[in-house]
């Protein structure tokens, strides 16, 4: 069984070549549309931290329920997670476009606008930042002690090792539950400063686990083409299926429990976030982010049969990524840029994101055995069925 994993040298390559293909075009949107590039910053920065966290709740979970069956593949979502540092830095970026983006970091906008005054104790420049810091301090801190823990259990097998990861993994469920909602809010829900949703935040953060998860069998999937993963089975496969399947009954709940309650209620200071997105341009928009990330996962994947062919898996989860970034897009645009446009600019600032992100969780893999060999329930993984 192959446990060393070593990428291509043209892998890294095409990486580089998405990250001039991104800077390409962050160069364009900035010369052309500023308002709108600094919104795509955010867009595919949150876009691709939301895979990291998502996957890194997923290998959490499986220690915290002492999985047998993910033992095999618990490197994919550790791996993923790798992106956070990088995806700090570009957060703190935004700093320079935050007035693009934030109608309450615009200057002097608390004297026109009683609204914003009201919430300017919260909302204002300084303590976002420090939000900012504290959210990624708390991230990463606990990431990187679960990936201390993980090498440990490749060198020594000794179960303390593996009893620190679980113990490690409850400790980053707790922050990831909590600073995620809250940076999901700070960094996405305040972009339409009038509005609110309490369910806002929670949302995001669990439906991270569902692209998380999606990312996770896309690795699986190419990883066991190039020739590793082979142990990896039908009864695999199942699992994973059925994380998309429940995710996807999960997306379709809170997205019709968050707009039917305000939808039906026809408060204007909660439908004013729904206006534009239902009736105008959006709509089409509007109407894909559901049957993307809600409708075809659950009328495909509601068979046990037909959702654990790989085939079906790889086209499902490439179509959530797809999903993601057009949930993301309706919950950022209309309110930070306005008019729905779509071209280059998008295009080449997720290809150049993309870059970084898979840049970042191939070299994160080659760094560690592909393999937790010493994993307790290594065995009972790769003897796993149905």
């Known amino acids: 069984m192959e446990t060393t994993y070593t990428p291509k040298k043209n892998m890294y390559l095409l990486f580089a070549v998405l990250v001039i293909i991104g800077i390409i075009a962050t160069i364009t949107g900035f010369t052309t549309d500023t308002e709108r590039t600094w919104s795509n910053i955010l867009l595919n920065n949150y876009y691709f931290i939301t895979l990291a966290i998502g996957a890194t709740l997923f290998y959490?979970?499986?220690?915290?329920?002492?999985?047998?069956?993910?033992?095999?593949?618990?490197?994919?979502?550790?791996?993923?997670?790798?992106?956070?540092?990088?995806?700090?830095?570009?957060?703190?970026?935004?700093?320079?476009?935050?007035?693009?983006?934030?109608?309450?970091?615009?200057?002097?906008?608390?004297?026109?606008?009683?609204?914003?005054?009201?919430?300017?104790?919260?909302?204002?420049?300084?303590?976002?930042?420090?939000?900012?810091?504290?959210?990624?301090?708390?991230?990463?801190?606990?990431?990187?002690?679960?990936?201390?823990?993980?090498?440990?259990?490749?060198?020594?097998?000794?179960?303390?090792?593996?009893?620190?990861?679980?113990?490690?993994?409850?400790?980053?469920?707790?922050?990831?539950?909590?600073?995620?909602?809250?940076?999901?809010?700070?960094?996405?829900?305040?972009?339409?400063?009038h509005w609110y949703s309490t369910l806002f935040g929670f949302r995001n953060m669990v439906l991270s686990m569902y692209y998380g998860s999606a990312a996770i069998i896309l690795m699986i999937l190419f990883l066991r083409s190039q020739g590793y993963f082979a142990k990896v089975n039908d009864a695999h496969f199942h699992d994973l299926a059925r994380y998309i399947f429940r995710f996807s009954i999960v997306f379709g709940y809170l997205w019709f429990m968050q707009f039917l309650i305000l939808w039906y209620a026809n408060i204007p200071e909660l439908t004013v976030y729904y206006y534009p997105r239902f009736i105008g341009d959006w709509q089409p928009m509007f109407y894909a982010e559901l049957f993307i990330n809600f409708v075809i996962p659950f009328v495909v994947m509601i068979s046990d049969e037909l959702g654990k062919k790989p085939k079906v898996l790889l086209g499902i989860s490439t179509l959530l990524m797809i999903g993601l970034w057009i949930s993301i897009y309706v919950q950022i645009m209309p309110g930070a840029y306005g008019p729905m446009k779509f071209g280059f600019i998008e295009i080449g600032m997720w290809l150049g994101y993309a870059g970084l992100f898979l840049g970042a969780t191939f070299m994160a893999l080659s760094k560690f055995s592909l393999v937790p060999k010493n994993h307790p329930f290594l065995e009972e993984s790769l003897h796993h069925h149905i």
């Open 60 to 193: 959490s979970i499986q220690y915290i329920t002492n999985s047998g069956w993910s033992a095999l593949i618990q490197r994919i979502p550790m791996a993923l997670g790798a992106f956070l540092p990088i995806g700090a830095v570009l957060m703190f970026l935004m700093y320079f476009g935050l007035p693009q983006v934030y109608e309450w970091a615009q200057p002097e906008i608390t004297e026109t606008d009683k609204l914003i005054a009201h919430k300017e104790p919260f909302l204002n420049v300084p303590f976002f930042m420090i939000r900012i810091v504290i959210y990624f301090a708390l991230f990463l801190s606990v990431a990187l002690v679960l990936r201390k823990y993980a090498k440990l259990e490749d060198e020594n097998a000794d179960i303390k090792y593996h009893q620190k990861s679980r113990y490690y993994a409850q400790v980053y469920i707790f922050i990831a539950a909590i600073f995620f909602s809250f940076a999901s809010k700070d960094w996405i829900m305040t972009i339409d400063s």
